[in-house]
């Protein structure tokens, strides 16, 4: 659940009210952000002060962040928790209304009105031995605490990121430090080797007759080549799907996806499914349910800030 996909309201436009928004983090509402840092234009990091999640979060597992109090949910999986400082850290992508909102308004100080989860099933790290951890863009930052939970009951790890080029990239120092192998993928070869993820993967395959699992985070597209890459080998492929969710209890059903002759619920049955057995297309279809929707929103809110912006601040006879 890399990008955090969901059906967005385009009837909520209102720009967030910053100041009461921090006025909320004053009175000590909602959940403070302690870090934040900036990976590129787009894809922004936010460490939450969360002390019981921290502690209860497993690899995998994702929550529902309402931005403010008129906010959306939106899922965002879990990119790593620390218990000893209490901290969740998610990796967002700016792609629509909430998550450019939140990329505009979510500052060191501030406060998310409503951070629910860990939710969904965590990985089975199991007894593997030897684990390909593949992360694709903003799939990147999920695959990390896999990577490293992988590493810690002992597996041989390989870990495979991809990126469009060398800008894009973070996190690197990371896995260096937790995998065995590390290996980057640029679509343009600016760094690491020229090609998708599925050129690493099918270099450490060449490398590596006994590698047991692979697990894969990252676009549908990307997950569907992984998975196609890997069953002529009969090699168990595991990846966490993205679907449309609102409530992420089960409740809904707006996150169904078809595995195999099932219909499941990614956020009570997954996020993390056989990718063999995926539904690949019917999951990109549904992605694309909403999508007039969703841009429409995201025009209104960006003319709704332009016009804030050129708006004079009211005068003091007007205000109550």
């Not at 390989?158 to 290996?183: H, K, M, P, Y």
């Amino acid at each position: 659940m890399a990008t955090g996909r969901r059906k967005r309201d385009a009837g909520n436009e209102r720009p967030v009210d910053i100041a009461e928004s921090r006025r909320q983090g004053e009175q000590g509402a909602g959940f403070e952000i302690v870090g934040r840092q900036d990976f590129s234009d787009v894809t922004y990091l936010l460490d939450i002060d969360h002390p019981m999640m921290a502690r209860a979060a497993k690899p995998g597992q994702f929550v529902i962040v309402i931005p403010h109090e008129h906010g959306e949910r939106i899922p965002l999986t879990i990119a790593d928790f620390d218990s000893r400082t209490g901290t969740v850290t998610l990796v967002v992508q700016a792609v629509g209304k909430t998550t450019q909102e939140m990329q505009r308004d979510c500052r060191v100080g501030t406060r998310l009105f409503g951070v629910t989860g860990p939710l969904g099933l965590p990985v089975e790290i199991g007894n593997a031995k030897k684990v390909v951890c593949v992360g694709g863009g903003l799939g990147v930052a999920p695959i990390f605490p896999l990577a490293r939970a992988f590493k810690e009951s002992g597996a041989y790890v390989i870990g495979v990121v991809g990126f469009r080029t060398r800008d894009l990239v973070f996190w690197d120092d990371r896995f260096q430090a937790t995998c065995d192998e590390f290996i980057i993928c640029t679509d343009d070869g600016s760094a690491g080797i020229e090609g998708r993820v599925t050129e690493g993967i099918a270099l450490a395959m060449a490398n590596h007759g006994d590698i047991d699992e692979v697990v894969a985070i990252g676009p549908p597209i990307m997950m569907k080549a992984v998975a196609e890459l890997t069953r002529p080998a009969n090699l168990k492929t595991t990846v966490s799907l993205n679907p449309i969710m609102v409530d992420g209890t089960g409740m809904c059903g707006g996150c169904r996806v078809k595995v195999g002759d099932k219909v499941l619920f990614a956020c009570v049955d997954g996020p993390h499914f056989d990718g063999h057995q995926v539904d690949f297309d019917d999951l990109m279809n549904r992605l694309r349910r909403f999508t007039t929707e969703e841009k429409l929103a995201t025009q209104r809110w960006s003319h709704a800030c332009r016009r804030s912006a050129h708006e004079p601040p009211p005068s003091p006879e007007t205000q109550v």
